[in-house]
């Protein structure tokens, strides 16, 4: 991350996204920055003293599992808020928002303004739409699945060491199928060749080239 010194572009930005009518406080310390192609945004700094308002580039946001795998939620690549989840309290969110293309940002330091922003009731009414927003997008992430079986691929893909699983019981609980609905469909994918059984209960993908 790299903060940009060039007020002019800084106003630009501000008026052409209306960035201070989203406030009823005036006279907010805004400032530009700019981060890389790689950079997690809310695990490079304390996510939650800082307001960030995206105004170039794309981000990927991420679903963060216990073991570490990431799981894609959905690519933003328009104006939008970061860090209005963390605002609200929630500090230890299991995502990761990664910088896709080159990112610059209108960022608001919240050290000395966080109180003030919790009396602010355009702001306070504006975060509750960004934050409406993005749990709409995590929403049809999950609703996007076409079926168990995409839900089963995926699961495989993105969230099993070595692209398998062993267990059918957990798994089906895991997608919210029962056992035997799970069963038919492990049944149909290995016929087609997608998945490989390699024992009691045990299947991988038959792309991982695992054994």
Partial sequence: MKQI??????????????????????????RLCQYEKGEI?????????FLLFMVEGSVQI???????RRYPLCLVEEFTLLG????????????LVEVVKKVVCVE????????????????????????????????????????IEEKLLSYLEYECPAEGFQGVE?????????????????KDLTEKGTIVKVGKGRYRLASSGKK
Avoid: W
Avoid at 117 to 146: C, I, M, Y
């Fill in 170 to 186: 957990k798994v089906a609980v895991k997608l919210r199928c029962s056992r035997r609905q799970l069963q038919r469909v492990l």
């Fill in 5 to 30: 010194p060039d007020k002019e572009r800084l106003d630009s930005y501000v008026k052409r996204y209306r960035i201070d009518e989203i406030f009823d406080t005036e006279g907010l310390p805004f």
């Fill in 62 to 68: 991420y679903s963060l599992r216990e073991d570490g």
């Fill in 108 to 147: 608001l330091p919240l050290y000395e303004y966080r109180k003030t922003l919790l009396e602010d009731n355009a702001f306070l009414r504006f975060l509750l739409g960004s934050v409406s927003h993005k749990l709409a997008l995590f929403s049809q992430t999950e609703a996007g699945f076409a079926g």
């Fill in 41 to 49: 945004l809310n695990y490079s700094r304390d996510s939650a003293s």
């Fill in 84 to 95: 209005d989840m963390e605002f609200c309290g929630e500090t230890t969110l299991p995502f």
